[in-house]
C-alpha cells in the first residue's frame, strides 16, 4: 500500500438503550474507553438511531456519532438531510452519516416495503446519496449542518455498492459479508475479501487516498487459548469450513491484544483500512487494543 497509512479509528456499533439514564451513562462510557465514534445501526425491533444519538450528544464532548449504516430504501431524502443536522446542532457538529442498501427481507416485509431487487435497491441507494449530499450542501436548506461537510460512509460488498461508494463516500465500509438474494448475510473468507477492498480502491481511482477504510469486525475475544473461542463457537467453525480457516476471517479478531494489534497493524498496511468497528458486545474486549494501535501511529 502506497503512501503513509491513515491514522487508525475505532468505532463501536450499539444497540441497547433502556431509558436516559443508563444510555447516557453508556454514551460517556465509550467516550472514556477511548473510542472515537459512537455507531446507531438501523433495524426494525430494535431502537430507532437518530433520537438515540441524539440523548447520546449531550451527554458526550469529543465522541464522533453515526449511523451504521441506515437502509436507505427506509428514508426521505429531504427528512433525512433534516435528521442529520439537527443532530449536528445538537453535537456541535459531530455526525457521519452511514447508508446502505438494506438487505433483511423480512424487515422489508415488516415495513410494507418491497424489497425488490439488489439493483432496485442500489438504485435506490445511489439516488438517495445524491439527494441528501445536495441537501445538506445547499445554503437555502433549513437546518443547516455545522460542519461544512458531513462525512458520508456507504457500506456494502457487491460490485455496484462499492461503485456508489468510491464515487461518493468519505468512508467505505465492509461488513465481510455477501448478501443472498433472500437477504442472508454470508461471511467472506480472507481472500475473497480483500478481492473486494481491492475492487473498490480501483473504482475509486484519484480518490482512492481520499477515502478512509472500515471494517465492521463481527468476534472479538481477547485470549491466550484461542481453541476455547473455537470450541464455544462450532456453528461458526463449520460454516468457515475449519478451525484456521475461521480465525483467518478479517472480521474474526482471536488472540492476545497484542497479537490482535499487529494483525489490524498488517490489514492497515495490506488494504488501507484503517477505521475498525465492533460490535456493542465486544466494546470492553476490544478497548485495551485501542492504546497499542494508538501507539502503533505515534
Do not use: C
Amino acid at each position: 500500500m502506497s503512501g503513509a497509512p491513515r491514522p487508525f479509528r475505532f468505532g463501536v456499533n450499539m444497540f441497547t438503550v433502556d431509558d436516559a439514564a443508563s444510555w447516557t451513562s453508556r454514551a460517556r462510557h465509550v467516550e472514556d474507553l477511548g473510542y472515537d465514534v459512537l455507531l446507531f445501526p438501523d433495524h426494525l425491533g430494535a431502537p430507532s438511531p437518530w433520537p438515540a444519538l441524539a440523548v447520546a450528544a449531550t451527554a458526550t464532548q469529543r465522541l464522533r456519532l453515526g449511523t451504521f449504516v441506515l437502509n436507505a430504501a427506509f428514508t426521505n431524502p429531504a427528512l433525512l438531510a433534516r435528521d442529520v443536522a439537527t443532530v449536528e446542532r445538537l453535537s456541535g457538529g459531530r455526525v457521519e452519516l452511514g447508508l446502505g442498501t438494506g438487505y433483511a427481507k423480512n424487515e422489508f416485509e415488516a415495513a410494507g416495503i418491497d424489497f425488490g431487487t439488489p439493483g432496485r435497491r442500489v438504485d435506490h441507494l445511489s439516488s438517495t446519496v445524491r439527494k441528501v449530499a445536495s441537501a445538506l450542501d445547499d445554503p437555502g436548506v433549513e437546518p443547516r449542518p455545522v460542519q461544512a461537510r458531513v462525512p458520508l460512509m456507504v457500506a456494502g460488498n457487491g460490485d455496484r455498492v462499492l461503485r456508489v461508494a468510491a464515487e461518493h463516500a468519505d468512508i467505505v465500509a465492509f461488513t465481510a459479508a455477501r448478501t443472498s438474494r433472500d437477504g442472508e448475510l454470508r461471511l467472506l473468507t480472507a481472500d475473497d475479501f480483500e478481492s473486494r477492498v481491492a475492487f473498490a480502491r480501483r473504482a475509486a481511482g484519484e480518490r482512492v487516498h481520499d477515502i478512509e477504510w472500515n471494517l465492521l469486525v463481527q468476534v472479538v475475544a481477547v485470549t491466550d487459548d484461542p481453541e476455547s473461542v473455537f470450541e464455544r463457537t462450532p456453528g461458526a467453525i463449520e460454516a468457515a469450513g475449519s478451525a484456521e480457516a475461521f480465525a483467518e476471517l478479517p472480521t474474526v479478531l482471536v488472540g492476545s491484544t497484542a497479537e490482535i494489534a499487529e494483525r489490524l497493524v498488517g490489514l492497515r498496511a495490506r488494504t488501507g483500512i484503517s477505521y475498525i468497528s465492533v460490535h456493542e458486545p465486544a466494546l470492553e474486549e476490544f478497548a485495551p487494543i485501542i492504546p497499542l494501535l494508538r501507539a502503533a501511529d505515534a
